[in-house]
């Protein structure tokens, strides 16, 4: 005979309540489960492979990941039993047909955001947010479109989840209509709900997914959030997340880190020159890396850097496409989740390239192999004053061309773009974006030159964009507007340059290349200074000799020994990352804390946090006065009234 050890009234309380703490227990499971193969399958993206993880880390994860779960559970399902109480009021299929679907839908909603964001991690390095609405336009064609396992144990893992969430509620459904009323359960949750309006400050401070940093670090952070939690918050914040640093006096600030400025000019002869930018995507240096196990054979890029600058130490900004673009165009840093163009702050004062090229009688044009807007870009183009936006649909039997995933393979967009510039006077600037190296690297069919055995996929992909740049350069070779060009090169973002190994850590997955190509000078150089997107929109305004006042958080790279002192990336909406030729610092802007010193250049592998170390205290100090005078000088930016 079981034996019950509660009083009378508890025993009657606890059975009556029991469906709901079970429910929860069982959503909380399901998110368990989908949080170790979260861990299993992006703990060395986020964690140094010599890193070491103790027992008592491991435990304070789990803890946090199990409050954060619960807490978001609790949030999105306090609703529901009141719902289950109003509904008794009402005809019975009111409650089964409307109540009950409603939230079965949205708590597998819950549960399916943090299994996609599963698979959808390495290619953004951080946990959902609203940005992943501006970039599902291809994301079911190409997240898994590779790799026949990973489609089947995410159709496996997604129906799994789907059932136990629909049983789980028609369990609840089924013990509530029988009489167990979750009473006690209703009060607790409607008390909660009354001193969220009382105690509103301190409930708001636990509604942040951040609010874990009091006890981990940003990398953690990581493992324990929940996707649904993160990426509701910054839907609600929409963009409007940019609170007003105030770190030092504004005049130190402004001497520490001047974005108002004028352009240091170029070479006088440089003057009135076309240019041509190629942003190339998801293209990462070790492609370049002559030393590196993922050295690209590249006949064309090979052949153009023995009469080229390189950038070899050139970093970029973030890891989202719709950042690197406002990096490389504006020269000014995204601090929201969603893009900068999409957002309240499209207004904020911004140097516009088109317009402000158009200034020396320039005409501009941005083309794309893709479909239109796809990412917002050509939003991006029109708020930067680009005179014509040009996409797949514009390209003469775009239909019949091969495809990849993304668009028309790059090829055949290079060739259109080639005959737009034959027709456009000069002097013109034109920039191409490309897309076959973008995951899932298409190639078109037939295109095999005869790959080494160690080639990965992005490598591949990177050997036949070479091969499209060729055919375009043979061609505008003999064009007369070839030798009075300048061609610059720059990736978008650094992405894995191999599908399964991880090659990770705060410098290697940053690192870009950048080339400057002036057939008019035919030099080879290799620049070892700090190099940013954030250079790039400057160069561009010094090549056309514009002298008017600009906004620029980089520098002109087509001056001789014109590098920057340091480069800022953002790691996630967190954590942001100051390099300079020997260290980088990791500081999270939510706690105004230094979470890691490496130095790079003695320790490759960043195995040796330097915080603590009393003889780093003087590159500490730099390193944070400079990262502290970049986010200062770009919060009073967004928010206008401030900026001076």
Same mark, same amino acid.
């Given at each position: 005979?079981?034996?019950?050890?509660?009083?009378?009234?508890a025993?009657?309380?606890?059975?009556?309540n029991?469906? =709901?703490f079970f =429910?929860?227990a069982?959503?909380?499971f399901?998110?368990?489960?989908?949080k170790? $193969?979260?861990y299993?399958?992006?703990?060395?993206f986020i964690?140094?492979p010599a890193?070491?993880?103790?027992? %008592?880390?491991k435990?304070n994860?789990?803890?946090?990941?199990?409050?954060n779960?619960f807490?978001?559970?609790l949030?999105?399902?306090?609703?529901?039993v009141? &719902? &289950?109480q109003a509904g008794r009021?009402?005809p019975?299929?009111?409650?089964?047909?409307?109540?009950?679907?409603l =939230?079965?839908?949205?708590? +597998?909603?819950v549960?399916?955001l943090?299994?996609?964001?599963?698979?959808?991690?390495p290619?953004?390095?951080?946990?959902?947010?609203?940005?992943?609405l501006?970039?599902?336009n291809?994301?079911?064609k190409?997240l898994?479109?590779?790799?026949a396992a990973?489609?089947?144990f995410?159709?496996?893992l997604?129906?799994?989840?789907?059932?136990?969430?629909?049983w789980?509620?028609?369990r609840l459904?089924?013990?509530?209509a029988?009489g167990r009323?979750c009473?006690?359960?209703?009060?607790?949750?409607?008390? *909660?709900?009354?001193?969220?309006f009382?105690?509103?400050?301190n409930?708001?401070?636990?509604?942040?997914?951040?609010?874990?940093?009091t006890?981990?670090?940003?990398?953690?952070?990581?493992v324990?959030q929940?996707?649904?939690?993160?990426?509701?918050?910054?839907l609600?914040?929409n963009?409007?997340?940019?609170?007003i640093k105030?770190y030092?006096?504004?005049?130190?600030c402004?001497?520490l880190?001047? $974005?108002r400025?004028t352009?240091?000019?170029s070479?006088?002869?440089?003057a009135?020159?076309?240019?041509?930018?190629f942003i190339?995507?998801?293209v990462?240096? #070790?492609?370049?890396?002559a030393?590196g196990?993922?050295?690209?054979?590249?006949?064309?890029?090979?052949s153009?850097?023995?009469?080229?600058?390189?950038?070899?130490?050139a970093?970029c900004?973030?890891?989202?496409?719709?950042?690197?673009?406002?990096a490389i165009?504006? *020269?000014?840093?995204?601090?929201?989740?969603?893009?900068?163009?999409?957002?309240?702050f499209?207004?904020?004062p911004?140097?516009?390239i088109g317009?402000? &090229?158009?200034?020396?009688n320039y005409?501009?044009?941005f083309?794309i192999g893709?479909?239109? #807007?796809?990412?917002?870009?050509?939003?991006c183009?029109h708020? &930067?004053g680009?005179?014509?936006?040009?996409?797949r649909e514009d390209?003469?039997?775009?239909?019949?061309?091969?495809?990849?995933?993304?668009?028309?393979?790059?090829?055949?967009?290079?060739?259109?773009m080639?005959?737009k510039i034959?027709?456009?006077?000069?002097?013109?600037?034109?920039?191409?974006?490309?897309?076959?190296?973008?995951?899932?690297?298409?190639l078109p069919a037939?295109?095999n030159?005869?790959f080494p055995?160690n080639y990965?996929l992005?490598?591949k992909?990177m050997?036949?964009?070479?091969?499209?740049?060729?055919k375009?350069?043979?061609?505008?070779?003999?064009?007369?507007?070839?030798?009075?060009?300048?061609?610059i090169?720059?990736?978008?973002?650094?992405?894995?340059p191999? #599908?399964?190994? +991880?090659?990770?850590?705060?410098?290697?997955g940053?690192?870009?290349? /950048?080339i400057?190509y002036?057939? @008019?000078?035919?030099e080879?150089?290799?620049?070892?200074?700090?190099? +940013?997107q954030?250079?790039?929109?400057?160069?561009?305004l010094?090549?056309?000799?514009? %002298?008017?006042s /600009?906004?620029?958080y980089?520098?002109?790279?087509?001056?001789?020994?014109?590098s920057?002192?340091?480069v800022?990336?953002r790691?996630?909406s967190?954590?942001y990352?100051?390099?300079?030729?020997?260290?980088?610092l990791g500081?999270?802007s939510?706690?105004?804390?230094a979470?890691?010193?490496?130095n790079?250049?003695?320790?490759?592998l960043?195995?040796?946090?330097?915080?603590?170390d009393? *003889?780093?205290?003087?590159?500490?100090n730099?390193?944070?006065?400079k990262?502290?005078? =970049?986010l200062?000088?770009a919060?009073?930016?967004?928010?206008? @009234?401030?900026?001076?």
């Amino acid at each position: 005979m079981k034996r019950n050890y509660l009083p009378g009234w508890a025993s009657i309380t606890w059975q009556k309540n029991k469906p =709901f703490f079970f =429910f929860i227990a069982g959503l909380l499971f399901i998110l368990s489960i989908l949080k170790i $193969i979260f861990y299993q399958y992006n703990h060395h993206f986020i964690f140094n492979p010599a890193e070491v993880i103790t027992w %008592k880390d491991k435990i304070n994860l789990i803890k946090w990941s199990l409050l954060n779960d619960f807490f978001t559970l609790l949030v999105v399902n306090a609703p529901l039993v009141v &719902l &289950l109480q109003a509904g008794r009021l009402v005809p019975a299929p009111v409650s089964s047909w409307l109540i009950l679907p409603l =939230f079965i839908v949205l708590n +597998s909603f819950v549960v399916l955001l943090n299994l996609a964001d599963i698979f959808y991690f390495p290619f953004h390095f951080q946990r959902a947010s609203a940005d992943m609405l501006f970039v599902l336009n291809h994301p079911l064609k190409q997240l898994f479109r590779l790799n026949a396992a990973l489609i089947a144990f995410f159709i496996l893992l997604t129906a799994t989840a789907v059932i136990l969430v629909r049983w789980l509620h028609k369990r609840l459904y089924t013990a509530f209509a029988a009489g167990r009323r979750c009473g006690m359960t209703t009060l607790l949750v409607l008390l *909660g709900i009354a001193s969220a309006f009382v105690y509103k400050n301190n409930i708001a401070k636990l509604l942040v997914p951040t609010y874990p940093l009091t006890s981990l670090n940003s990398k953690q952070l990581l493992v324990v959030q929940n996707s649904f939690h993160s990426f509701a918050y910054s839907l609600f914040r929409n963009g409007q997340e940019v609170a007003i640093k105030n770190y030092m006096p504004v005049a130190v600030c402004d001497a520490l880190f001047p $974005i108002r400025k004028t352009i240091v000019p170029s070479s006088p002869e440089s003057a009135g020159k076309n240019i041509v930018l190629f942003i190339m995507e998801s293209v990462p240096y #070790d492609f370049f890396d002559a030393g590196g196990r993922y050295k690209v054979a590249m006949p064309f890029f090979d052949s153009i850097l023995e009469k080229s600058i390189f950038f070899k130490n050139a970093f970029c900004y973030s890891h989202q496409s719709n950042k690197g673009i406002t990096a490389i165009l504006a *020269g000014v840093p995204t601090l929201t989740d969603i893009p900068l163009y999409h957002s309240s702050f499209v207004n904020m004062p911004v140097t516009p390239i088109g317009s402000m &090229l158009k200034k020396n009688n320039y005409h501009s044009f941005f083309c794309i192999g893709d479909d239109f #807007d796809n990412f917002g870009f050509a939003k991006c183009a029109h708020w &930067l004053g680009f005179d014509e936006y040009y996409c797949r649909e514009d390209i003469p039997g775009n239909r019949l061309l091969p495809t990849h995933t993304m668009g028309i393979h790059d090829e055949f967009v290079l060739n259109f773009m080639e005959k737009k510039i034959n027709g456009t006077s000069s002097p013109f600037f034109a920039v191409n974006y490309n897309i076959s190296t973008h995951y899932p690297y298409d190639l078109p069919a037939g295109y095999n030159p005869g790959f080494p055995e160690n080639y990965t996929l992005p490598m591949k992909s990177m050997s036949y964009y070479d091969q499209s740049l060729h055919k375009f350069f043979n061609a505008a070779s003999k064009e007369p507007w070839f030798t009075n060009t300048v061609f610059i090169f720059c990736s978008d973002h650094w992405l894995l340059p191999d #599908d399964t190994r +991880s090659n990770y850590n705060a410098i290697s997955g940053y690192r870009i290349p /950048i080339i400057i190509y002036n057939p @008019a000078v035919n030099e080879k150089k290799t620049e070892t200074g700090m190099a +940013s997107q954030f250079d790039i929109m400057e160069t561009i305004l010094g090549i056309a000799g514009f %002298k008017d006042s /600009i906004i620029s958080y980089g520098r002109n790279l087509s001056v001789q020994n014109n590098s920057n002192e340091a480069v800022f990336s953002r790691v996630n909406s967190s954590l942001y990352q100051v390099t300079d030729s020997s260290y980088v610092l990791g500081f999270n802007s939510s706690n105004d804390k230094a979470e890691f010193l490496y130095n790079y250049r003695s320790d490759s592998l960043l195995k040796k946090n330097l915080l603590t170390d009393t *003889g780093a205290a003087p590159v500490l100090n730099m390193l944070m006065e400079k990262i502290k005078a =970049f986010l200062q000088k770009a919060t009073m930016q967004y928010n206008q @009234a401030m900026f001076k």
